[in-house]
């Protein structure tokens, strides 16, 4: 079973930044596609970033040129660095595996997310 533990979430004023982690266990981490997922509240689950083993990334447009998505396989670890955040960017973030690169279906049980709060 693999596990997913994210971090790095915290309230913070629009404009601001932010460095969400993402750590996975499992051993062929570098073999899959991994994406960032967010839900707020009320909201469904979104994809907003994801980033193939090759390392092509993707961006939700709501997302585009704030955010940068990023891995290091020898850490089994993912990244979303958050910047000029807006108040919309408020959510629960997820990180998991994509099925395919052009699918949003997941391969993994969800973690615990980690809270992003923008306001002032």
């Known amino acids: 079973q693999v596990q997913l533990v994210e971090s790095g979430g915290d309230l913070v004023q629009p404009g601001g930044s932010l460095r969400l982690s993402c750590a996975a266990s499992?051993?062929?981490?570098?073999?899959?596609?991994m994406g960032w997922f967010r839900q707020a509240p009320g909201k469904q689950r979104e994809l907003v970033a994801k980033?193939?083993?090759?390392?092509?990334?993707n961006y939700a447009d709501s997302v585009k040129g704030r955010f940068t998505i990023s891995r290091d396989n020898a850490k089994k670890s993912l990244y979303l660095q958050m910047n000029s955040l807006k108040p919309e960017d408020t959510a629960v973030y997820y990180c998991?595996?994509?099925?395919?690169?052009?699918?949003?279906?997941?391969?993994?049980?969800w973690g615990q997310g980690t809270q992003v709060t923008v306001s002032s």
């Open positions: 998991n595996a994509l099925r395919t690169y052009y699918s949003t279906v997941t391969l993994w049980s």
């Open positions: 980033i193939t083993s090759g390392g092509s990334t």
């Open positions: 499992v051993s062929a981490f570098s073999t899959y596609t």
